[in-house]
Each structure stands twice: as C-alpha cells, then as structure tokens.
C-alpha cells in the first residue's frame, strides 16, 4: 500500500472552516476503515473521525458536531470537513486505515502519509 496523501489544510481564524482530503493509496478505500487523526507539537496522535466499511461515522468528543469524514468512492477520496475550528484544533492532521473493526470504533489511528497542517488563530 502507497502511503496516504493528504492536502487541503491551511491558516483559517477561530470560527472558519477547511476541507480535508485523502487520496491516491493505491487500493479501494471503500474496502476499509478509515479515518483521521491529528497531532499537536509535544502531543500524542489523536484519533477525530472514522467511517467504516458500512459508512458509519464515529467523532471524538472533541469535534463532534464540528467536523464531518465523508467518503466518495467513485473517486476514491475520504474527505473531513471541519467548521467552527477552534485554536486547539490546530496541529498535523493525517488520513489513515484499519482492517480492525475495534480499532475503528475506538478512532485508534496512528500510522499515516506525510499530514496537511492545520492552523487555527484567535
């Protein structure tokens, strides 16, 4: 499997929103769990969103209602649209994969591509 390849991050205001994207892994996604994690400097990786192979989405409690992880299969790309991004939304956010349904239900990603920051200013 090619690593992820994640984009769309940026420099938004408290209150703004970003599209992200997650393409190009060289395999159906649609086939797994996926899902996103994010990491601030001096923190641990963070698991924020999955959807799994029968499209159920699962939040951390930390963006729900907030953010929303989407998948379209024709063009085989998982997207997270975040809205009303908040200071402590900013860090390394990363698209990731499991074949372990518990591991999916607990957002338990760590491993992904290279990231999209993530900035977010009062």
């Known amino acids: 499997q090619r690593p992820h390849v994640e984009s769309g991050g940026g420099s938004v205001q408290a209150g703004g929103s970003l599209r992200l994207s997650c393409g190009d892994a060289g395999y159906s996604m649609s086939s797994y769990c996926m899902g996103w994690f994010r990491q601030a400097p001096g923190k641990g990786p963070e698991g924020i969103a999955s959807?799994?192979?029968?499209?159920?989405?699962r939040y951390a409690v930390s963006v729900k209602d907030r953010f929303t992880i989407s998948r379209d299969v024709a063009k085989n790309m998982v997207f997270l649209q975040m809205n009303n991004l908040k200071p402590e939304d900013s860090g390394m956010y990363y698209c990731?994969?499991?074949?372990?349904?518990?591991?999916?239900?607990?957002?338990?990603?760590?491993?992904g591509g290279q990231g999209t920051q993530v900035t977010v200013s009062s």
């Open positions: 990731s994969t499991t074949m372990d349904d518990d591991r999916c239900r607990r957002l338990a990603f760590n491993r």
């Open positions: 959807i799994d192979r029968d499209d159920v989405t």
